[in-house]
């Protein structure tokens, strides 16, 4: 690690090293953040949602976006349309997309993240997990 | 952009590491290499999450799931179903006793909801072997504040402001502490650390020190700023060897950042920091014994005129205070001394760390407001007494303490309250006794720490406290009388006005709080030659029940001593004179026959 000389140093390495420990800070406020959770369940690892999460993050850092945290999820039943993610804005009631990648994901970004309006391809949601 | 998904926290404190948390660590790195994961998901040794009596931890963010009791074994399990599927691991989350419901997320569990976590903030978040984690949590912005944007004189008058008392034990106003050593004109100063944690049961300096290492090391400059002076000292005890480890490393780490040594940040302010090792003696956490032992001399305290702040280690000004004092002072520069002096009550602000042990249900660390409960402490965050017994009393400030009864579960905790019921704070060590604890016991086993510690250099702590013990000693024999009682009070308050350091003044607490709220207990002792709790084994009986011996011989044949005797399917009896209270006669009949009494 380089020497820090000055304040100005400090704050360029507290600026440089935020990413040390932001997953942890953005757990600890979850609720605050829009969550964005990727059904991990073999059809989806099948159907490509590791790939989704990774675009999503890539995505979500392109558009230099702090307030979005990516978590994974279980398999969600919703076998026929994988790869499936559920966003949770804050103090929303969580909306669960279908066939997520590709194009979607720029879609689901410019609409549902965020303005919080709706686009086509929802799964209404018709259970709750013991973790909601 | 990194692809860090998922970071995997596991408790690296003394408590899980001696329950195998390193090999966790190394199973859970080899099973996410092996599912090709390296690049997504981190695994970080993280300081003490503080409950202990679950642990080891493991912690994953960002989903904030907190898996308890975790073996080396699960670490497959984790990554399989968490990791690669998010799917929970039920078996392995905490079960809250009440409901009986699975929690995954610590926020919501009766241990962490009432806790206000200030000096142990990042304790159990950040990597302590990492500078780059403390800084990223404002790690040195306390320090470079203070260098560019306060005089030494504001620093002092802001920590004042806080109402910050020393958390070692004598909850002196930490300001007013720093005013005096600033006041002194002198080529040296020192600022000490005070690591030398002695009480028993008590660890909350060792878990800052293994979990957030920097934030003393941070501390002890602007204190080093606030006083001028340009050299640190912790005096640690050797037998911490994690947190000694820990704090090396992150001196060094500190150095090579350029955050510890000549002109810091490019300031004219220098500061450096050496550690100097105990050996673990309880007398040298005061403060002149501790000054003494540095300079290698004999571990025994001097007499206060001269205090340290004027002439303290090698006869220059040094100001001493505790790790968990310490530990406050970054957050009370960064926050302010408003919001530190909002929490808390009138006169002692701020948080309390706790070590929360004996016959409580969750054993932990705890740090909550000044001004919460014993109940709340006990009964909210430590979940009770084990096996549903009755809460008897809770022993408060380890062998300079007391006990609080059940009468003061609703008291308010702070300094002042724990004074006024004939306790104190101490360095937080909180055991709690339940109903099968005898209480001339209890004050035994502490006095029993004290004799043993005692330097010896004072009459009265040396030779008093011998003859205290004596005393108790022979109450738990059944060989004392009343008369007894009212000289083990009268000798008790001698000792306490004229032992010459700390630990003389308050090794007679545990004898005089527990006179003062078991009185019967004692006369029950003296006078009746029963110990109520059945624990003074000379007091205990076994005897036989004849009408429930079958003559069976089974005790006979147990009893080591020879003191059972009987003919066969006839009643047997125990010969008291002969009866060693092993217990094995009552273990081993099956018919109920044999009781205690």
Redesign the interface.
């Known amino acids: 690690m380089d020497k820090v000389k000055s304040l100005d140093d400090l704050r360029k390495l507290k600026a440089a090293m935020q990413n040390a420990t932001e997953l942890r800070e953005k757990g600890q406020n979850i609720d605050k953040l829009i969550e964005v959770k990727v059904s991990m369940a073999t059809c989806g690892i099948a159907a490509g949602a590791r790939e989704t999460m990774a675009a999503m993050m890539e995505e979500a850092s392109k558009r230099g976006m702090k307030n979005i945290v990516f978590t994974q999820s279980g398999c969600m039943g919703y076998c026929h349309s994988e790869p499936t993610v559920t966003i949770v804005r804050p103090g929303e009631e969580p909306v669960t997309f279908g066939d997520v990648k590709g194009q979607r994901i720029t879609e689901i970004f410019d609409s549902y993240i965020a303005k919080g309006e709706l686009v086509d391809g929802i799964i209404p949601l018709a259970s709750k997990s013991i973790h909601d | 952009?990194?692809?860090?998904?998922?970071?995997v926290?596991v408790c690296g404190g003394t408590g899980c590491t001696s329950s195998r948390s390193m090999e966790i660590v190394d199973a859970l790195r080899a099973e996410i290499k092996a599912q090709g994961l390296a690049d997504e998901v981190k695994v970080v040794i993280a300081g003490c999450f503080g409950f202990c009596e679950k642990g080891p931890i493991v912690k994953i963010?960002?989903?904030?799931t907190f898996y308890v009791q975790v073996t080396p074994e699960d670490a497959k399990e984790i990554v399989a179903e968490?990791?690669?599927?998010?799917?929970?691991v039920s078996r392995l989350l905490y079960v809250d006793p009440k409901t009986t419901e699975?929690i995954?997320d610590s926020k919501h569990m009766d241990f962490y909801k009432k806790q206000l976590r200030i000096a142990l903030r990042n304790c159990g978040?950040?990597d302590p072997e990492?500078?780059?984690?403390y800084?990223?949590?404002?790690?040195?912005?306390a320090l470079?504040k203070a260098?560019?944007e306060m005089s030494p004189k504001q620093v002092v008058d802001e920590v004042k402001k806080s109402g910050l008392r020393g958390r070692g034990g004598g909850g002196f106003p930490t300001g007013l502490k720093w005013e005096i050593a600033a006041s002194y004109k002198a080529d040296q100063k020192y600022v000490i650390c005070n690591a030398d944690e002695g009480d028993p049961g008590a660890f909350m300096d060792r878990s800052v020190l293994e979990g957030d290492p920097h934030s003393i090391i941070e501390a002890m400059a602007i204190c080093g700023y606030a006083i001028g002076a340009s050299k640190g000292v912790v005096y640690i005890r050797a037998e911490y060897p994690l947190a000694v480890e820990r704090l090396q490393k992150a001196i060094v780490?500190a150095r090579?950042?350029?955050?510890l040594g000549n002109n810091i940040?490019?300031s004219d302010f220098s500061f450096d920091i050496d550690m100097y090792y105990g050996a673990g003696a309880f007398v040298c956490g005061e403060e002149t014994a501790l000054i003494r032992s540095l300079q290698s001399e004999r571990g025994e305290p001097t007499s206060k005129p001269p205090f340290p702040a004027e002439s303290g280690f090698w006869g220059k000004p040094s100001n001493v205070n505790n790790v968990e004092t310490f530990a406050n002072i970054p957050v009370i520069l960064l926050k302010g001394a408003d919001w530190f002096a909002s929490i808390g009550t009138a006169k002692s602000k701020g948080t309390k760390v706790f070590a929360l042990a004996g016959k409580v249900n969750n054993v932990g660390l705890v740090e909550v407001p000044m001004g919460t409960t014993l109940r709340e402490v006990i009964f909210d965050i430590g979940g009770g007494i084990r096996n549903g017994k009755k809460f008897k009393a809770a022993q408060t400030g380890g062998p300079s303490g007391g006990c609080l009864t059940e009468k003061f579960l609703d008291t308010p905790i702070d300094f002042d309250n724990l004074i006024a019921a004939g306790s104190m704070m101490g360095s937080g060590g909180m055991i709690v006794l339940d109903e099968d604890d005898c209480m001339v016991n209890v004050a035994k086993f502490y006095l029993g720490f004290t004799v043993e510690e005692s330097c010896g250099k004072c009459t009265p702590c040396r030779v008093g406290n011998k003859r205290m013990l004596e005393m108790l000693e022979k109450i738990s024999a059944g060989k004392a009388t009343e008369k007894d009682l009212s000289r083990l009070r009268e000798l008790a308050t001698i000792i306490k006005d004229t032992s010459l350091c700390g630990l003389g003044q308050t090794a007679p607490n545990p004898v005089l709080s527990t006179l003062d709220n078991f009185y019967d207990e004692y006369l029950a002792h003296v006078r009746d030659k029963r110990c109520p709790a059945g624990k003074c084994k000379s007091l205990m009986q076994y005897v036989i029940d004849p009408a429930k011996c079958k003559g069976c011989t089974m005790c006979a044949k147990v009893c080591p001593a020879g003191a059972i005797a009987g003919k066969v399917k006839e009643p047997h009896v125990i010969s008291q004179e002969k009866c060693v209270k092993c217990g094995a006669c009552f273990a081993t009949c099956k018919f109920g026959a044999i009781s205690k009494r």
Do not use: C, Q, W
Request: hydrophobic letters at 40%.
């Open positions: 952009m990194t692809n860090i998904k998922m970071h926290l963010s960002p989903d904030n968490h990791i690669v599927k998010g799917r929970k699975h995954s978040f950040i990492n500078i780059g984690e800084i990223a949590r404002d790690g040195y912005m470079g260098i560019f780490a090579e950042t350029g955050l940040l490019g």
